[in-house]
């Protein structure tokens, strides 16, 4: 597993104890939000990261670890074809409520087919903002390893 401390070429200076474990409100309204607007995030864990052209074990050292999830952002696509296989949506897509009601985002999951649609034990959380205020076009993935 990654160490937080040294992902490949992304070296974060976290206090001793840091944990990363946003809600999904979190992540939309605390990270993506900004994000979208062009704000700098406290602290800034999230990478950049083109997700399309890795399989998703090629992930390591490339998005930010903890536990067994990997958070990075990723702009939005079609096209969800990797070397071995794809992503596809499983389910609906789902809001996400600030505490006080207000639809602040949207989550998708989608599970990862090699081949000729064999399933794998790949899943992924795609977050976006559900306002049509944001003129970037970006998303929190939370991708969970198996």
């Not at 939005?76 to 602040?104: A, F, H, L």
């Amino acid at each position: 597993m990654i160490n937080l401390g040294s992902m490949g070429d992304n070296n974060f200076n976290m206090p001793p104890g840091f944990r990363f474990y946003p809600t999904d409100e979190e992540l939309v309204v605390h990270f993506l939000h900004r994000k979208a607007a062009l704000l700098p995030c406290h602290p800034d864990v999230i990478p950049d990261l083109d997700l399309y052209p890795y399989d998703p074990w090629d992930l390591d050292g490339k998005a930010m670890a903890e536990g067994k999830k990997w958070y990075f952002y990723s702009r939005r696509t079609q096209n969800r074809v990797m070397g071995s296989g794809c992503w596809q949506t499983i389910g609906v897509e789902e809001p996400i409520y600030s505490p006080s009601g207000q639809k602040v985002g949207m989550k998708k999951c989608c599970a990862f087919y090699i081949g000729e649609g064999v399933k794998t034990n790949w899943i992924m959380h795609e977050y976006r903002i559900s306002s049509s205020s944001s003129t970037r076009s970006r998303k929190i993935v939370s991708n969970l390893l198996p």
